[in-house]
């Protein structure tokens, strides 16, 4: 078991196909392609699957904001204005960039609990 939760984990970093590990799931940086052109795995099971990957990326978006606040704020003597304006560009753009990630992460963690195609 913690060696397909590795795999599959590996594949995910990687943004690849979470079955064969071969084929990106990314034709672009937000296009995703519809199944992979190796084994054939249908990337979006259904309408809406990806709506948890939204919650992986606020989850992942959120701990790491409050984080780095709560870090400013207990080793700087910055004002929290000046925190927010170090922290709210974070917001704005790790979202974007983590993207890829949370879609992948999702789709691996969902191949990881149930392989149906
Ligand atoms: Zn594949």
Known sequence: MAERIATSLSRALRLRCPRCGETPLFRGWFAMA?????????????????VGAIYVNYAVTAVLTLGLFFLLWGL??????AELALVLPLVIVFPLWFFRYSRSLWLALEWLINREP
């Open 34 to 50: 519809e199944s992979c052109a190796l084994c054939g795995l249908r990337f979006e099971r259904a309408q809406g699957y990806f």
């Open 76 to 81: 700087t003597a910055l004002s929290t204005a």
